[in-house]
């Protein structure tokens, strides 16, 4: 079946505009998981939505980061007035309600 | 504060020999971890797990240990593939705490290089 998947695969913004990242998480499964990679670093957690519960925000850098899941599927993850501390690789994951997590290839991000 | 704590950048193993990767957490609330490996331009992939009520859990050639006291974990691939080189991610969740968002705090990775 499929797995997780991520559009775009690459993203090249200048500093100040706003970008929009996608994730389209496995059939089924319940839980969705945004993280970012900056270089030579590990998967940082940015936020969580499980089924209708409200998302843990917990791991949002600032206010420019948003994200929100439509229809309990499809889920975008919103960064305004990018700056260039932002460029990652962010990496959407999904999990059944308990189990391991499945991770997408992830969005390289380069904010110039 | 890093919880979960990688302290080998890089390690370099011949084929067929042993592979040891190491991992260090601080939190004790954490009780599950698991090991992810990544290739480049991939996201990570799960490898093996193991719940905080065991000491070890074996797949085929991966093997993991964790030892609660000392709040350290390792997993050793044996015998090592040059297919196995890749960037290997130690991971920790708190699963008991259902309030609590289960997501993975993960290690900085260390770069795995099975030369043939």
């Known amino acids: 079946g499929a797995g997780v998947s991520q559009s775009p695969s690459n993203k090249v913004t200048e500093k100040g505009k706003d970008v929009e990242l996608r994730c389209d998480p496995i059939s089924g499964h319940t839980a969705l998981y945004w993280y970012r990679q900056s270089l030579g670093q590990g998967l940082e957690f940015l936020i969580y939505f499980q089924g209708n519960s409200a998302p843990d925000k917990s791991g949002l850098p600032s206010d420019r980061f948003s994200a929100e899941r439509t229809g309990g599927s499809v889920s975008t993850l919103t960064i305004q007035r990018t700056q260039q501390e932002d460029s990652a690789v962010y990496l959407c994951?999904?999990?059944?309600?308990?189990?391991?997590?499945?991770f997408g290839p992830g969005t390289r991000l380069t904010v110039l | 504060d890093q919880q979960v704590k990688q302290n080998s950048p890089s390690l370099s193993v011949q084929e067929g020999r042993i592979s040891i990767l190491n991992c260090d957490y601080t939190?004790?609330?954490?009780?599950?971890f698991l090991w992810y490996k990544k290739y480049p331009a991939e996201g990570p992939t799960f490898l093996i797990s193991i719940s905080s009520i065991k000491d070890k859990n074996e797949d085929g050639r991966f093997t993991v240990f964790l030892n609660k006291s000392a709040k350290h974990l390792s997993l050793h691939i044996v015998p090592s593939q040059p297919g196995d080189s890749a960037v290997y991610f130690c991971?920790?969740?708190?699963?008991?705490?259902?309030?609590?968002?289960?997501?993975?705090?993960f290690g900085s990775g260390t770069q795995l290089t099975v030369l043939p």
């Open positions: 939190n004790s609330m954490f009780d599950y």
């Open positions: 994951a999904s999990s059944p309600y308990v189990g391991e997590q499945f």
């Open positions: 991971a920790a969740q708190n699963r008991l705490d259902s309030g609590s968002a289960r997501q993975l705090t």
